[in-house]
Structures are given as structure tokens and as C-alpha cells.
């Protein structure tokens, strides 16, 4: 109840309190999402920080990470989302890594002015990864023939099931060199002077704890979010959650397109895959 009062009170009567909000950047990272698995995107979080980089009287913003990774795209378009507020609001942004920062969240991490992790954190993961499943075979065994017909003669590249074809392994591999130099040039660009290892160890696709992290510079610091915050504006410094607008239910509404049971159905299987794919990027890390 006293916390309330305090905050109800206009400023010039609180008694040198500082406000820093908190962003949770929390989940995969994934476009669209669903109401069985929320995504961490850019949408999703958007309103959050314009919020939190709107506070006036706050010096700085702090974000909590906890991402395995996932989509480059929407790792990349947080991370320069955060870095235009924070140009634009003036603010200094402290990153905090909980369980993991790994792959994209890494990446979304590196828009802090300072990253300070749990020594028991993990970090890292400097790579690309794509993964999939073929089923070719599965066919052949159920009887059933596969018939597809298109104009362009790539159109059917990586086909799940068709049988592998080196010329199209080559070519995507050729698609994560190019994402993995963005990668490095904006580790490169944001870490200018921390890093303490060679390129090939850091850039290798391997992950660390926090406290090894710390040794080859990919963080700045270890500790909790609530102490270091303190030990820097103050006991009376005060943290304050921002987060997105949700419905009713605490989750968006369904899109519509299909109805009844065939909507059902689909809405299910669709879960069902993000449920899969989000514990694959967790499960890399013991999580």
C-alpha cells in the first residue's frame, strides 16, 4: 500500500526517487505467433518500448533477456528499434541476461550500452542455423505420390520431400554466410574494444556461461538486475515493468479465416509446431 501512495504522489513530493523501467524480452523469436505460444517480435513488443524510453526522468532503460534465439529478421528489427529510442530519448540502455542470450537474443542484447549477465547465464551462440525434416521415403512406404508443378526451376528448392540435392545445400549455406557477416559486423561494430578472444572463437557459433562470457568481452558485467540498478541510482531507485497491451484473456485474440472445427483443427496443429520448434531452440542449451 505505501509503494502505491508513493507512486500516486506527484514527483516534487517523492523523495529523490528514481524510476527505471523494465522491458522483459522473454521467449523465441518468431514472426506472427499464436494464442498457444506468443512470439518475441517486433510487434509484440513495440508499444513496450516506446513506452519505457517515453518515461521522462528515467536515465536509463533496462531490458531482460531470455531468448535461445530464433528469427534474424525480428532480432534485428528489436535491436534497431532499441537503439533509434534510445538515440532519440537519450537514454542509456542496460541489457540483463537471464538464462540465456543466444543466437538472436544475443543479438537483440548488443543493442545495451552494457550487457551484465547471471555468471550462470549463457551467452553467445554467434551462428546461423537452419534445420528441417525430409521425407521422401515416408511417401514411397504410404503409397502416396507427390505432384507438384511449377514455372521457375528453383521454385521447389529444399523441398522436404524430395531427396536433397547438393546444388541447393550450397546455395543455402551460401544465405547464412551472408547473414552471419550482419551477424559479425554488428558484434564487431557494438563490442569494439571488449572483445577479448580471436574471431574464430567467438564467431564460431559456440555459446558460454555469463562468467566466461565476461572473459572474452561479451558482457560487461555479472550481477541482478535489481542490485546493480541500486548500486547505480540509489536504494530508493525503483524499477517499473512495462509491458504490451493484451486482451481480455491475457493473450491476442485468434485471427479468423477458418471456422468451426476446420479452424479448430488447424489452430491446434499450428501449436503443435511452434510448441516443437520453440523447445528445439531451448533444448540446445540444456533449457
Known amino acids: 500500500m505505501a509503494g ?13 526517487e528514481t524510476v527505471i523501467p523494465v522491458v522483459k524480452l522473454h521467449g523465441a523469436i518468431m514472426s506472427g505467433g499464436s494464442q498457444f505460444r506468443p512470439a518475441l ?5 513495440a508499444q513496450a518500448l516506446d513506452r519505457a524510453f517515453s518515461m521522462k526522468g528515467s536515465p536509463a532503460v533496462a531490458i531482460s533477456i531470455n531468448s535461445p534465439g530464433g528469427s534474424p529478421v525480428q532480432s534485428r528489427m528489436i535491436y534497431n528499434r532499441i537503439r533509434e529510442l534510445a538515440r532519440e ?8 541476461v537471464e538464462d540465456v542470450a543466444a543466437s538472436g537474443g544475443y543479438m537483440i ?22 534445420g528441417g525434416f525430409g521425407f521422401p521415403e515416408l511417401l514411397k512406404k504410404i503409397g502416396v505420390e507427390r505432384r507438384v508443378y511449377t514455372a521457375g526451376e528453383n521454385k521447389m528448392i529444399l523441398d522436404p520431400f524430395q531427396p536433397e540435392k547438393e546444388k541447393d545445400i550450397d546455395y543455402l549455406k551460401t544465405l547464412q554466410l551472408e547473414i552471419h557477416k550482419i551477424f559479425i559486423d554488428m558484434v564487431t561494430e557494438r ?4 572483445i577479448k578472444a580471436d ?5 564460431s557459433g559456440l555459446f558460454w556461461t555469463g562468467t566466461r562470457g565476461l572473459e572474452l568481452g561479451l558482457v560487461d558485467g555479472l550481477g541482478d538486475m535489481r542490485q546493480e540498478l541500486k548500486s547505480r541510482y540509489g536504494e530508493k531507485t525503483r524499477l517499473a515493468l512495462v509491458s504490451s497491451p493484451r486482451s481480455l484473456f491475457g493473450r491476442r485474440a485468434p485471427g479468423v479465416g477458418l471456422s468451426g472445427l476446420e479452424g479448430i483443427g488447424a489452430s491446434l496443429l499450428s501449436g503443435l509446431a511452434e510448441v516443437a520448434e520453440e523447445k528445439a531452440l531451448w533444448g540446445r542449451y540444456g533449457l
Open 199 to 203: 574471431e574464430g572463437t567467438i564467431f
Open 89 to 96: 530519448k537519450e537514454k542509456k540502455v542496460l541489457v540483463f
Open 4 to 16: 502505491l501512495l508513493r507512486r500516486l504522489l506527484p514527483k516534487r513530493f517523492r523523495k529523490d
Open 191 to 194: 563490442r569494439a574494444g571488449r
Open 109 to 130: 542484447a548488443l543493442a545495451g550500452d552494457e550487457i551484465i549477465a547471471d555468471p550462470t547465464s549463457i551467452v553467445g551462440s554467434i551462428g546461423v542455423v537452419s
Open 41 to 45: 517480435n517486433l510487434t509484440a513488443v
